[in-house]
């Protein structure tokens, strides 16, 4: 690796730790490429080849798993929504259903026995929500089982 792949790293890296720390605040691509020292344009194409996916998805992915706690926790849906920087419900929903397979009220209202058993670092890496390794729907609007599920089942055997 060469010095300047590895600035490059560190500057995507001070990107997706703002998304991190500031995913409940309104953030867009020319500010998060403004941390990375880049062009929006250029910082999309470099966040998605280093990290799968693009500087929106991953904090959309953030928005939701930070929900999905708080939902664990029985939060309402439009207050969790709110709670982590979503504006619109509805695009809220079709993401959370998009990602977990479930809607957030199914979500909410299901045990989440499995989940509080599980020390909280297995807890946050099994329930992540992810598209990669996903594989698509059989017919359109099926929805696969999600990690969620997955994990669920293998904590309840």
Do not use: W
């Not at 509080?116 to 670092?121: D, H, N, Q």
Request: hydrophobic letters at 40%.
């Amino acid at each position: 690796m060469t010095p300047e792949d590895i600035a490059r790293l560190t500057y995507l890296r001070r990107a997706r730790d703002l998304i991190d720390r500031e995913y409940a605040k309104p953030l867009d691509v020319p500010t998060m490429a403004n941390h990375a020292f880049m062009s929006p344009a250029h910082f999309s194409r470099q966040f998605r080849a280093v990290y799968g996916e693009t500087p929106y998805n991953y904090l959309m992915t953030r928005r939701i798993e930070r929900a999905m706690a708080l939902l664990r926790g029985g939060m309402s849906v439009t207050d969790a929504c709110m709670e982590v920087g979503c504006t619109s419900l509805g695009s809220f929903s079709s993401r959370f259903t998009e990602l977990v397979g479930l809607t957030p009220s199914t979500y909410r209202a299901r045990e989440h026995l499995a989940v509080a058993a599980m020390p909280a670092c297995v807890a946050k890496i099994r329930t992540r929500p992810s598209r990669k390794g996903q594989p698509a729907p059989e017919k359109p609007g099926q929805n696969e089982p999600s990690r969620i599920r997955e994990a669920l089942v293998v904590a309840a055997d």
